[in-house]
């Protein structure tokens, strides 16, 4: 057995307030004393961590303990925009093939985050088993526990809050299990797999405090169809190109489904959002929409349309309601040989996929309209060390979603990169336009800078920059930096002082530090 384990242990002595952006500029300190302590511990045998098992146990062990409910979004705000929720939690598990169990215990030792507690919680999944004598295939997820709702308390006076209306302080015996039965099938050059999905659900305490069964059921049909045109003759040698193939691929997934139970008597046991963005919500619903979210911004409503909770194996099983959809997609790949002749390796120079659903009852599933969720991503690899990237999503109803971004990323050496983007979002009264630009660069085996700057185009306001310069010792690391954050009007400077044992890169501790300048992002 093998046993890693990481250990962040910050301790802070704060006399003053906290200044989180617009309307949160001087907010009170609980305590003079704050700070964060997480553990995370991995236990397994040698082959599973190396994956070279095909039958191994492991376990997952994690203590989380945040003095406050702003220390993180404060003095880690890259942290907690980005990384996993803090949480003290256990998780024993087996897998065997295609076959895993496992057994959670999950508590929480602060009282302002949505939470749930489960004591304790058993997870057993099988995917892709043939069944004898039939050309069918079955997989299965199934998970019995007791679970414990905490909703978020609300902050001092001078904090927009409002409570989350699906974390209700509910508590009690959950269980679910979700079958699928899928007939893969070859049809000419069609690839299609008929399927039926079936659930049944029990919560000992729905939203309103009774009990509640959900049986749900969907049928349906998965297809795709791929297209190749080789063009052997391309050569390019401004764009790296030995010959080009087009490969495209047509796919769509057709269901109709129905649940005997909406979502809306349905408590969230299980959260579909880190802790980021359920906090941004609180204040969203307030600050812009008086405490009444429309409908077309509910998240649970989204994660419907979007079919986020549909497989087998979805994390989230409570997100499923009424729904007849159509879901198409058009993928298109431009490849080309890279690497030496003898040894060429395909690599692909250019790709597109776009997306979209169909909603034959539009009313009901997607405010009214009968097309939507339509996206597309597009990446143009120019060269090895150089990207060219763009995507969007957007919905035709009033208000929906617009959301865009585009933006290049060179690696010209091993040592520096940068990235230049602009990012937008149009959703009802939410407008934003970014420009952003990074770079980062090893002058020399023992100096290496970062720097970062950002620009709202919309406001016309400059958000902010940070640079840091670090210098590697042989025993240690030294690093020193700026940031400006001209949303929150900070002005920083930060040091730090880091214990170099074996081989260091430098990216970590520059890392940590941007996190603690507050520059641009």
Same mark, same amino acid.
């Given at each position: 057995?093998?046993?890693?384990?990481?250990?962040?242990?910050?301790?802070?002595?704060?006399?003053?307030?906290?200044?989180?952006?617009?309307?949160?500029?001087?907010?009170? @300190?609980?305590?003079?004393?704050?700070?964060?302590?997480?553990?995370?511990?991995?236990?397994?045998?040698?082959?599973?961590?190396?994956?070279?098992?095909?039958?191994?146990?492991?376990?997952?062990?994690?203590?989380?303990?945040?003095?406050?409910?702003?220390?993180?979004?404060?003095?880690?705000?890259?942290?907690?925009?980005?990384?996993?929720?803090?949480?003290?939690?256990?998780?024993?598990?087996?897998?065997?093939?295609?076959?895993?169990?496992?057994?959670?215990?999950?508590?929480?030792?602060?009282?302002?985050?949505?939470?749930?507690?489960? $004591?304790?919680?058993?997870?057993?999944?099988?995917?892709?088993?043939?069944?004898?004598?039939?050309?069918?295939?079955?997989?299965?997820?199934?998970?019995?526990? #007791?679970?414990?709702?905490?909703?978020?308390?609300?902050?001092?006076?001078?904090?927009?809050?409002?409570? $989350?209306?699906?974390? !209700?302080?509910?508590?009690?015996?959950?269980?679910?299990?979700?079958?699928?039965?899928?007939?893969?099938?070859?049809?000419?050059?069609?690839?299609?797999?008929? #399927? @039926?999905?079936?659930?049944?659900?029990?919560?000992?305490?729905?939203?309103?405090?009774?009990?509640?069964?959900?049986?749900?059921?969907?049928?349906?049909?998965?297809?795709?169809?791929?297209?190749?045109?080789?063009?052997?003759?391309?050569?390019?040698?401004?764009?790296?190109?030995?010959?080009?193939?087009?490969?495209?691929?047509?796919? @769509?997934?057709?269901?109709?489904?129905?649940?005997?139970?909406?979502?809306?008597?349905?408590?969230?046991?299980?959260?579909?959002?880190?802790?980021?963005?359920?906090?941004?919500?609180?204040?969203?619903?307030?600050?812009?929409?008086?405490?009444?979210?429309?409908?077309?911004?509910?998240?649970?409503? #989204?994660?419907?349309?979007?079919?986020?909770?549909?497989?087998?194996?979805?994390?989230?099983?409570?997100?499923?309601?009424?729904?007849?959809?159509?879901?198409?997609?058009?993928?298109?790949?431009?490849?080309?040989?890279?690497?030496?002749?003898?040894?060429?390796?395909?690599?692909?120079?250019?790709?597109?996929?776009?997306?979209?659903?169909?909603?034959?009852?539009?009313?009901?599933?997607?405010?009214?309209?009968?097309?939507?969720?339509?996206?597309?991503?597009?990446?143009?690899?120019?060269?090895?060390?150089?990207?060219?990237?763009?995507?969007?999503?957007?919905?035709?109803?009033?208000?929906?979603?617009?959301?865009?971004?585009?933006?290049?990323?060179?690696?010209?050496?091993?040592?520096?990169?940068?990235?230049?983007?602009?990012?937008?979002?149009?959703?009802?009264?939410?407008?934003?336009?970014?420009?952003?630009?990074?770079?980062?660069?090893?002058?020399?085996?023992?100096?290496?800078?970062?720097?970062?700057?950002?620009?709202?185009?919309?406001?016309?306001?400059?958000?902010?920059?940070?640079?840091?310069?670090?210098?590697?010792?042989?025993?240690?690391?030294?690093?020193?930096?700026?940031?400006?954050?001209?949303?929150?009007?900070?002005?920083?400077?930060?040091?730090?002082?880091?214990?170099?044992?074996?081989?260091?890169?430098?990216?970590?501790?520059?890392? !940590?530090?941007?996190?603690?300048?507050?520059?641009?992002?």
């Amino acid at each position: 057995m093998i046993s890693t384990t990481n250990a962040d242990l910050y301790y802070v002595f704060d006399q003053g307030t906290d200044n989180l952006g617009a309307g949160r500029r001087k907010l009170a @300190v609980p305590d003079e004393h704050r700070g964060k302590a997480i553990v995370r511990n991995r236990i397994g045998d040698a082959n599973n961590l190396l994956g070279g098992s095909r039958n191994h146990f492991w376990m997952n062990n994690e203590f989380g303990y945040l003095s406050d409910r702003n220390f993180r979004e404060q003095f880690f705000e890259r942290e907690w925009d980005t990384e996993k929720d803090v949480e003290t939690v256990s998780q024993a598990n087996w897998q065997s093939d295609n076959f895993t169990a496992s057994l959670l215990a999950r508590t929480h030792l602060f009282d302002f985050e949505n939470t749930t507690d489960w $004591l304790p919680r058993l997870d057993v999944t099988l995917l892709g088993r043939n069944i004898p004598g039939t050309p069918l295939v079955w997989s299965q997820h199934s998970m019995v526990g #007791y679970g414990s709702i905490s909703p978020a308390e609300a902050p001092p006076p001078g904090d927009v809050f409002s409570a $989350l209306p699906y974390f !209700q302080e509910r508590e009690g015996i959950v269980g679910m299990s979700r079958h699928e039965l899928d007939l893969p099938l070859t049809v000419g050059p069609f690839n299609l797999t008929p #399927y @039926v999905l079936g659930e049944a659900a029990y919560w000992q305490q729905d939203l309103t405090g009774d009990e509640l069964t959900r049986l749900y059921g969907s049928v349906g049909v998965r297809g795709s169809i791929q297209a190749t045109k080789y063009m052997p003759n391309v050569y390019s040698e401004v764009f790296g190109l030995r010959g080009l193939a087009h490969k495209m691929i047509f796919d @769509v997934d057709y269901s109709y489904s129905q649940s005997t139970e909406p979502l809306s008597k349905i408590a969230q046991y299980n959260e579909f959002d880190e802790d980021a963005q359920e906090r941004f919500r609180s204040r969203f619903q307030t600050l812009t929409f008086g405490g009444a979210l429309p409908a077309t911004f509910d998240p649970r409503l #989204y994660a419907v349309r979007a079919g986020s909770a549909r497989s087998v194996t979805a994390p989230y099983h409570e997100l499923v309601d009424d729904q007849h959809v159509v879901r198409l997609g058009w993928r298109h790949r431009l490849q080309t040989r890279v690497g030496p002749p003898q040894a060429p390796r395909i690599y692909d120079w250019m790709t597109l996929d776009l997306e979209a659903s169909l909603f034959p009852d539009a009313v009901r599933d997607n405010f009214g309209e009968t097309v939507g969720l339509i996206s597309a991503r597009y990446a143009w690899n120019v060269g090895p060390q150089t990207s060219f990237l763009a995507s969007t999503t957007f919905d035709l109803f009033d208000p929906g979603q617009f959301i865009w971004d585009v933006g290049v990323l060179s690696r010209r050496t091993e040592r520096g990169s940068i990235y230049v983007g602009l990012r937008g979002l149009d959703a009802g009264p939410i407008e934003s336009a970014l420009l952003v630009a990074s770079a980062s660069y090893q002058a020399s085996e023992k100096w290496s800078f970062t720097l970062g700057t950002s620009y709202d185009i919309r406001e016309r306001i400059d958000r902010g920059q940070s640079v840091s310069l670090t210098r590697l010792g042989e025993y240690m690391i030294f690093t020193a930096g700026i940031g400006i954050d001209r949303s929150r009007d900070n002005y920083s400077i930060a040091f730090s002082v880091e214990p170099r044992f074996g081989r260091t890169r430098t990216g970590t501790n520059s890392r !940590q530090l941007n996190q603690l300048l507050g520059g641009a992002r």
